[in-house]
T-cell receptor, first 113, second 115 residues
């Protein structure tokens, strides 16, 4: 059974904290993504990685960074958490082949207080 | 740049009836792919159906079909014989063949199936 696993289902952090969201996939996928999901806005791409150590900014990268040191792991970092980063964060992985589906993790609901 | 527009924030349908969820898209890529995902209240993202821009026939998967009209840049999802378990958020998404290789999502449609 293919799997994308996010390290936490729920997180509560304080404003200004450095926050790490971890994502691991077991499908040997080259591409990995971080999205945030907010009501009425759908899923918005934060960052995308197409290989180890390779990354591209998505639509809303401000306030975030990413790390991909190993193929199976893609980390999202909030350098200094702010209340407007309270959201659901979804990690996904996919092969580069266009007609293949992306597989998603279960999501991390982050609350910044 | 790619853009997906879903203009129906919410839809209601009676059990056993068919429903169409709208999706329009915009892209400069000559070759692209279109996806639909379902997100139940549990939060998981479930892949439903895929349509390639050069596919000659509309995609079908069980009770799901994709009404692809390339000239109108629309990729509507049709669910036949709705079931109570179809109540969920539905997202349309696309990926290009050049440029952006990530999936671009629309804002979603919340479908509620009534008994």
């Amino acid at each position: 059974d293919v799997k994308v696993t996010q390290s936490s289902r729920y997180l509560v952090k304080r404003t200004g904290e450095k926050v790490f969201l971890e994502c691991v996939q077991d499908m040997d996928h080259e591409n990995m993504f971080w999205y945030r999901q907010d009501p009425g806005l759908g899923l918005r791409l934060i960052y995308f990685s197409y290989d180890v150590k390779m990354k591209e900014k998505g639509d809303i990268p401000e306030g975030y960074s990413v790390s991909r040191e190993k193929k199976e792991r893609f980390s999202l970092i909030l350098e200094s958490a702010s209340t407007n980063q309270t959201s659901m964060y979804l990690c996904a992985s996919k092969t580069p082949v266009r007609n293949t589906e992306a597989f998603f993790g279960q999501g991390t609901r982050l609350t910044v207080v | 740049a790619q853009k997906i527009t879903q203009t129906q924030p919410g839809m209601f349908v009676q059990e056993k009836e068919a429903v169409t969820l709208d999706c329009t898209y915009d892209t400069s890529d000559p070759s692209y792919g279109l996806f639909w995902y379902k997100q139940p209240s549990s939060g998981e993202m479930i892949f439903l159906i895929y349509q390639g821009s050069y596919d000659q026939q509309n995609a079908t998967e069980g009770r799901y079909s994709l009404n692809f009209q390339k000239a109108r840049k629309s990729a509507n999802l049709v669910i036949s014989a709705s079931q109570l378990g179809d109540s969920a958020m539905y997202f349309c998404a696309m990926t290009g063949n050049t440029g952006r290789r990530a999936l671009t999502f629309g804002s979603g449609t919340r479908l509620q199936v009534q008994p």
